[in-house]
């Protein structure tokens, strides 16, 4: 299922078009090269980053990196880039605000850190009533209500994430962005894949079929195996569905020929993980015990190996976060170090000067006593 | 098997006994153990969450094997204590775990040796944790088989304890030895083991089994130990991961935390030295306007004495005869003799009446020959008579300033006070502590 989430990683970029080598300007060519080239947009806009631009073009330069690392799917830039975009945005960047949000909540869901995607997405979702969001960017609306629905899929809270979907479902379809249409698929995928969770087998195949509809024609706009991806989720959920209403056969020949596929596919993802936990069900109830326990052997396997990439990638994260703590507290150190020294240096010259002029009026008055003295 | 009754017990201590530090220490460790093998991950986290250094050995080594259990990477500890058994057991099983896991390593059978050797004469209740991932990672890898010595040996070491028998018999099934596994599995205390609250214990023996009846193809006895494995497979994932997001906060909690704490202390000390210099400097300035005001007063003295030296006897007035002003001149030094100028009611005409002439003449003398006006001279004299006393007598010295005013003739100490700094150009005290320093 994380797989849908990566989808999700064209939410908040732009279209990309030939004339980006007329564009002089940096920042202007980053955000059009985001979509169709974010390696090079990322370069562009971490090259001009250096230059120390003002706020505005920062913070345009930072969504940039954080977008593209995103997509290039490095969390450990995401996060660093993204809550660096937080801290330099003010409270007119509400949108801005609210994109880095969930892409920081989407990274973090990815990496299996759900209470950290669930603090961003609230944040997300409480800026959506802020008076300066338009009616109009119900595009973004749907993305947050859609992130949050995918938050509570994965911690198992099927109610909770299905009236999530219907928000965002109802945002998708008032709203006229380019993407909107094929996030609304998106939206009706993974709601089927909840009914299917919840056994609501009916209302599953009802939100497959919305999910299905023209799909290749609305999506033209994204590449082509992000399309393909998703018609397998909906064999997928199909399989599924047959699975649980116990026809084995028709679910284990979608799933076959869906290995089949991805046997030629060079790209290994975590649909077969999902694969081979139907294909185990399935053998289960045919009482096979032999291909059950070779198929959930391979899922266990895959599993592991899944949960131990994500597991890396928090490992890889607090090592970076140590890092940046330390650096924090190495500048922290070097202020109060450099305004301690400078307070001692201040304090001695003046305490010396003091003390100096002290001994002089001092001998001063010991002369001037010494003369009373005699006069007494 | 039971980490909720152990909890009990551990209560029940606590709250009984009075205990030292060092049970303290052990009863900690068993409460962290159990709420571990209880799945109570997060209140288990929050005990070892403090920084490395501040933790006992036993404690480090069980904080190292949790965050293994949730995939999370410890901190590297160059707190290695040599002399420390445990610590040089865990460290090397740890990383023989990460050396199998990366597939470092061919043949695991030295180390595998070497860690035996130590683990024997070891603590073993504090090596258990660590130890069982070991064997459970060459079970559940076909290609290391030559772990089979090492999993015989520790079932020995562990006689009593299930999840070693349980990962030794499951070792058994995957390389077929079925017969052997049976019958340890029939040795199992089951009803027990269905009771437990350790759900790993739990899922372990599940596990085993899934796998035994797998191997003798027995389905409904499968399929139900199938569902009670993915159970508390469930429960245990949901909870480890649950927790690895806990430790993450932990975590990130404790570099803000040390961030802030650093960020006060040494805020503290740019404050101490801020209030603590300026301080020193205002003392410093009130030294000095202190001196400064000595030194004005000694320079008013000075002045005084030089303007008197200077004067200038001024012209005698001649309105009475001379023979009576030499007269009434003598008398007044016989006058100036006497203490009766210290007469506080003294005045021109008592004087007069008193020297038998007339205010006229004895004003006219006096201005004349002094200088100074009949109640600058009658003053003058008092001081004079009070300086006299404080230069002979040192008893003097010790008076208050009312005492010596009314000595001297004056009705108040302040216009004592007055007339004395005026003639003098110092105070009374002033002066009494110059005599003193004189005398020194």
Known sequence: MKQIVILLLFFFGFLGNAGTQQIKNPVDKAEKLMLVNPKSAFQIAEKAYQNSPD??????????????????????????????????????????????????????????????????????????????????????????????????????????????????????????????????????????????????????????????????????????QFVDLQSEFIELAKAKIYSIQKNTDLSNGILLKMLER???????????????????????????????????????????????DAAVWVNKLMAQEKLHSKIESDRIRSKYVYSIVLSLVIFLSLFIYLLMRQLRIKRKRSLLEKKVLDHL | ??????????????????????????????????????????????????????????????????????????????????????????????????????????????????????????????????????????????????????????MTLYKNDPDFTIVYANYLIKHNRTNDAVQIINSLPTEDLEQMTNVYLKHNFYELLVNYYSKINDFDRYNEN???????????????????????????????NENISQSEKLGNVLWIIILGGSLIIVLVLLRSRQTNIQIKMYEDFISKIDLIKDKKPQQIQQGIPEKTENILLKKLEDFEKTDAFTDPG???????????????????????????????????????????????????????????????GFTTHSAFAA???????????NYIQLLKEKDE
């Open chain 2, 226 to 256: 199938l569902l009670k494995k993915d159970q508390t497979f469930q429960i245990i994932d949901k909870t480890q991961l649950s927790a690895k997001n806990k430790w993450f906060n932990i975590f990130e909690e404790n570099l803000k």
């Open chain 2, 419 to 429: 007339v004395f700094k005026s003639l003098t150009g110092l105070s009374p005290i």
């Open chain 2, 1 to 154: 098997m039971t980490p909720d009754k152990a909890m009990d017990v551990i209560d029940f201590l606590e709250k009984n006994f009075l205990l030292n530090d060092d049970e303290k220490e052990k009863l900690e460790y068993l409460k962290i153990k159990s709420l571990f093998f209880q799945n109570r991950l997060t209140e288990a986290l929050k005990k070892i969450a403090k920084d490395d250094d501040e933790l006992p050995e036993n404690i480090l080594i069980l904080k190292q094997s949790i965050l293994y259990s949730l995939k999370i990477k410890a901190d590297e500890n160059d707190r290695i204590s040599y002399n420390n058994k445990d610590y040089i057991l865990s460290a090397k099983t740890m990383q023989l775990l990460r050396f199998v896991e990366d597939n470092k390593i061919k043949n695991p059978a030295p180390q595998l040796a070497e860690i035996l050797k130590i683990a024997r004469s070891s603590n073993l209740f504090i090596a258990r944790e660590n130890l069982l991932y070991l064997c459970y990672l060459f079970v559940n890898n076909d290609s290391n088989s030559s772990a089979g010595f090492f999993l015989e040996e520790l």
């Open chain 2, 346 to 408: 003294m005045s021109l005409q008592s004087l007069a009446k008193k020297l038998e002439t007339n205010t006229k003449y004895l004003s006219e003398t006096i201005n004349n020959h002094k200088q100074k006006n009949f109640n600058t001279y009658i003053n003058e004299l008092r001081v004079n008579y009070i300086i006299d006393k404080l230069k002979e007598k040192p008893l003097y010295r010790k008076y208050k300033i009312k005492y010596l005013a009314e000595e001297s």
């Open chain 1, 262 to 308: 991805r046997k030629n596919s060079p790209v290994r993802d975590d649909i077969e993980n999902d694969v081979y936990k139907i294909l185990s069900d399935n053998y289960l109830i045919t009482k096979d015990i032999k291909k059950h326990d070779y198929y959930q052997e391979l899922y266990l396997k895959r599993l592991a190996q899944t949960n131990k």
């Open chain 1, 55 to 224: 706020r505005k073009t920062k913070l345009r330069l930072l969504f940039v990196m954080t977008n593209t690392s995103s997509m290039l799917q490095n969390p450990l830039n995401v996060i660093r880039y993204g809550n660096e975009a937080l801290s330099v945005a003010n409270d007119n960047d509400v949108v801005t605000k609210i994109k880095i949000l969930g892409i920081l909540g989407n990274t973090y869901q990815a990496i299996t850190l759900n209470e950290k995607t669930r603090i961003y997405l609230d944040k997300a979702e409480l800026l959506l009533s802020s008076p300066k969001i338009p009616d109009s960017l119900s595009y973004i609306k749907g993305n947050i209500y859609y992130l949050k629905a995918m938050n509570y899929f994965n911690s198992l809270d099927s109610d909770i994430a299905l009236s999530y979907f219907d928000k965002a479902i109802n945002q998708y379809l008032s709203s006229k962005h380019p993407y909107a249409e094929l996030n609304l698929k998106l939206a009706y995928l993974n709601r089927a894949f909840t009914l299917i969770e919840q056994k609501n087998l009916s209302q599953a195949l009802e939100s497959l079929k919305l999910a299905g509809i023209n799909t290749r024609e609305t999506s033209q706009i994204y590449p082509p």
